[in-house]
């Protein structure tokens, strides 16, 4: 069995998010996808519509994702790739070069995907004049 990983907020859950799961799960035959808590999101600066539970549930009702964990900080990802025995980690192509998960490499193979173009959360909330 190939067990693919792939890390987001996933709030507003909109096509380009379905889209990107359904293409991460392609890579293998088993989905994990690491769910940013509200605390790690904050450390980001970003706010949640949706609580972390909401998005869970939301994500667990998609046919593509097998498991939810929560991504509660940057350090994780290695202990991740490990804990489940984690074959490909999936990203949209905008990480790609990013140091926190080329380290992967080490571990596992690591795929960029290109976004869906014309759609983001951050284009929603603008759309909608909701401050991003």
């Keep these: 069995m190939k067990r693919v990983l792939t890390y987001g907020t996933y709030d507003l859950l909109h096509w380009g998010h379905i889209r990107l799961l359904q293409r991460a799960r392609a890579q293998g035959d088993y989905l994990v996808v690491a769910l940013s808590t509200e605390s790690f999101n904050e450390g980001k600066g970003k706010k949640t519509y949706h609580d972390f539970d909401t998005r869970k549930k939301m994500l667990e ?28 980690v999936v990203m949209g192509g905008d990480w790609e070069g990013d140091p926190r ?6 571990y596992c193979d690591v795929v960029y995907l290109d976004r869906t173009e014309g759609i983001s959360t951050t284009k929603i909330k603008r759309d909608l004049g909701i401050n991003a």
């Design 61 to 88: 009702a998609v046919r593509y994702v097998d498991l939810v964990i929560p991504e509660d900080s940057w350090d994780q990802k290695i202990s991740d790739v490990k804990r489940y025995e984690i074959d490909v």
């Design 101 to 106: 998960f080329e380290v992967l490499t080490d």
